[in-house]
């Protein structure tokens, strides 16, 4: 064995991360690698006289390496191939030894990437670029920069073979300019799997020749003026897949069924139960239509989709969907009920089970392995070994390992990325039929070490579009050609996808969330250079102390550049607001909110103290308040959200509590909105007095869709006057 190879397994055997104050950036790497060894000598130094060497497998990194630093400094970096560069990139599955790993030896006199594979060797250039100043991110000619790097070796080598991203371009349709983008960022921070989910009730948006009316109809919802949509040619995907390949990232088309397809339903009517002609939907929901699976021009066309689909990507993996299917249809269609005799089938759902054997079995003839949520693993036996994606109920990976199968963590709990990081008023619109998924709560998952004889294969983060469709607030608006709604998209999912690569990609042992959180504050301006949007975390609260005055708020810098601005009389804190430069003491906790402010443009939410409702929890889940100004002195409609409060079918329990005031509200009838249907009506025809200071009533839920919005409409009036205040709750029973 050649000594360099022994020095890298060596190192690879579980040095510790090893650090010199005077070497800062690498104690800043995310993903954090496995070792890090400052060396003696002089910076490197980047000039316009630095040549980039290659082995021919690592031709396209070496051009994606010159084109990034040509950008940033207007230099234009010859290209050589052959080991005799300035940086030097070489591929070596016997230095080192296992797959998308690689060393990176960073010395005065020149760098050398060594990576088991491409994706190894552009791992190390993401390593290497992150011990640059952040401004090798920007891409336009940055003047003044001493482009140097710190002497360093590292050897590195992801923990987890499946690290990814789910993005959801079929509720709303992404240019592919905008898909590339996000390889991009996923590619830094060494993320190596998208997961295309090209197919829903909202829209198909994948080119099939042999059914053009999938793009032609069903790529678009809504007329004139308002319509919505849009789609990825052949060609189109091509050029994604190739962008793709460079940065080590695969391409995992998902292609819905039997559920999730009226999108293809509305362009091919016959597909479905009913051959009911339906629109494309505009709002979110989760339609009851389903591919009929007891005829044969369904299963006709869904072959024929995926061979087109099979040519186009070369994956080994193709996502079959199978989530979240009601079998209605399947009970009353004579097809579908045939085929269910035919077949010995007791129950509806067995039909998927049928279906997904079906399918896997041709996919496995193509040499594909097929993906699915954990339903297609819950609905009978099924023969062909599969990889289920656990969204669900994670312990449902030990079903999977006992029925031959493999998985991949996202659950809803920690990797769904359209849920908010916190609850606190003022983030844009999200889904809320989950609590708040923190930056803290995405690093923590529990996550194994990957093993040889592990079935989980990894981690994947989700990021779900159908918060586009309810209603205009996030679409642009095309005559001001301006990207709202990739800026929300980026929003929801940075800074989280740094801590979703530092938990797929390091060892359990290794992960730190304080760590972690120390580095990400350098990350930021790294983030703008690269002209991606992020949430900047409010600002850390150092310790509260209680004291005669009061309480004191002590507070810690935590994103470098930024200012902290406060208020101290519970109003929202704005760049105007008084600096923070010391302690800040006020009565009452409540009182004191605080933001980072990054220059005069980006602002973080507040930090803010939650008013406790502890005293009321037997009540359910804090819904809304009214308080004097919002009291009406005739019957008139008063609106809250209680969406996330209405979270399932089932009774639910709806509670007025008064606080203070000498008049009474007067409560009349009381309806529950889903979108803009009323689903509930019922009398209240009671007053929230002194007298009668808690009044409540129930309400039944039948129609619950996950992510679809819930409104309660009260007619209310002040009784004698409106100085009334008090709160609503809302639970299930």
């Known amino acids: 064995m050649k000594l360099k190879t022994i020095l890298f397994s060596l190192m690879l055997s579980g040095l510790a991360l090893s650090v010199s104050a005077s070497s800062p950036r690498h104690t800043t790497i995310i993903p954090k690698p496995l070792s890090v060894m400052p060396q003696a000598g002089e910076a490197f130094r980047l000039t316009p006289r630095t040549t980039i060497s290659y082995d021919e497998a690592a031709k ?97 080598v992801p923990n987890q073979p499946w690290r990814g991203m789910m993005l959801d371009v079929a509720r709303y349709f992404f240019h592919k300019d905008f898909v590339k983008k996000y390889i991009d960022m996923m590619a830094m921070y060494k993320l190596n799997k998208l997961q295309f989910h090209l197919i829903d009730d909202s829209g198909w948006r994948l080119e099939i020749k042999k059914y ?60 479905s139960c009913t051959g009911v002609q339906h629109e494309l939907p505009t709002q979110h ?15 006709q066309f869904l072959r024929d989709v995926l061979d087109e689909t099979i040519s186009l990507f070369p994956s080994r993996y193709l996502n079959i969907g199978g989530d979240e299917a009601v079998y209605t249809r399947w009970e009353t269609c004579p097809d579908c009920q045939a085929l269910m005799k035919r077949e010995g089938l007791g129950q509806a759902s067995q039909l998927q089970g049928w279906l997904t054997n079906q399918v896997t079995g041709w996919l496995k003839e193509k040499g594909r392995t097929a993906i699915g949520w954990e339903e297609v693993l819950m609905r009978g036996h099924v023969g062909t070994p599969l990889v289920g994606l656990m969204w669900h109920n994670v312990g449902d990976t030990i079903k999977a390992k006992e029925a031959g199968h493999q998985s991949i963590l996202t659950p809803a709990t920690h990797m769904y990325f359209d849920f908010p990081e916190t609850r606190t008023p003022g983030e844009p619109q999200y889904a809320t039929w989950m609590p708040p998924i923190s930056l803290e709560k995405v690093y923590s998952m529990p996550v194994e070490d990957y093993s040889s004889a592990s079935s989980n294969l990894g981690v994947q983060g989700c990021l779900w ?15 001001l050609d301006e990207n709202r709604s990739e800026n929300y998209a980026e929003y929801f999912t940075f800074p989280r996808l740094l801590a979703l690569s530092e938990l797929s990609w390091s060892r359990k042992a290794d992960r730190n969330y304080a760590d972690f959180r120390a580095r990400l504050g350098t990350h930021f301006a ?98 809304a308040e009214w308080k004097p100004l919002q009291v009406q002195p005739t ?99």
């Not at 030097?88 to 006199?109: H, I, M, N, Q, W």
């Open 60 to 156: 396209s990194q070496a051009e994606y390496l010159q084109e990034v630093l040509g950008r940033s400094t207007g230099w234009d970096l010859r290209l050589k191939p052959g080991r005799k560069g300035t940086i030097r990139l070489t591929v070596d599955s016997v230095t080192v030894p296992r797959a998308e790993g690689y060393r990176l030896t960073v010395k005065a006199k020149g760098v050398e990437v060594c990576g088991h594979d491409a994706a190894g060797v552009f791992y190390g250039l993401q390593t290497l670029l992150q011990l640059f100043p952040e401004q090798v991110y920007s891409r336009e000619r940055q003047k003044g920069v001493d482009w140097t790097a710190e002497p360093v070796e590292v050897a590195d």
């Open 212 to 271: 053009p009316r999938l793009t032609e109809v069903g790529a678009w919802a809504g007329t004139d003026a308002n319509r919505l949509g849009g789609f990825y040619t052949q060609d189109d995907i091509r050029e994604i897949i190739a962008y793709a390949a460079v940065r080590g990232v695969e391409i995992i088309p998902e292609i819905e069924f039997p559920a999730h397809i009226m999108s293809a339903v509305v362009a091919y009517p016959w597909l």
């Open 285 to 299: 929901f989760i339609s009851r239509e389903l591919l009929c699976v007891g005829k044969e021009t369904s299963l």
């Open 465 to 479: 579009s159908d918060q586009f469709i309810h209603g205009d607030k996030l679409q642009e608006i095309a005559a």
């Open 526 to 623: 790294r983030l703008d250079h690269k002209d991606c949007n992020y949430r900047i975390p409010e600002p850390e609260v150092e310790r509260v102390e209680q004291n005669d005055n009061g309480w004191t708020f002590t507070l810690r810098p935590n994103v470098p550049g930024a200012e902290i601005r406060y208020t101290t009389n519970g109003s929202y804190p704005n760049v105007h607001s008084p600096l923070y430069t010391a302690p800040v003491t006020v009565e009452n906790k409540a009182d004191f909110l605080a933001i980072n402010v990054l220059g005069t443009h980006r602002y973080s939410r507040p930090f803010l103290t939650p008013v406790d409702y502890s005293a009321y929890k037997s009540y359910g889940e804090f819904t």
């Open 635 to 733: 019957a008139s409609p008063w609106h809250f959200d209680a969406t996330g409060k209405i979270s399932g079918n089932g009774e639910y329990e709806i509670t007025f509590i008064r606080l203070r005031g000498d008049n009474g509200l007067q409560l009349g009838e009381l309806q529950v909105l889903k979108h803009d249907e009323v689903v509930a009506s019922l009398p209240l025809n009671a007053v929230v007095s002194q007298e009668s200071p808690v009044v409540q009533a129930f309400f039944p839920i039948d129609c619950f869709e996950a992510g679809t919005p819930f409104r309660i409409r009260v007619t209310a009036c002040g009784q004698g006057g409106n100085d009334t205040a008090g709160l609503v709750f809302v639970r299930r029973k």
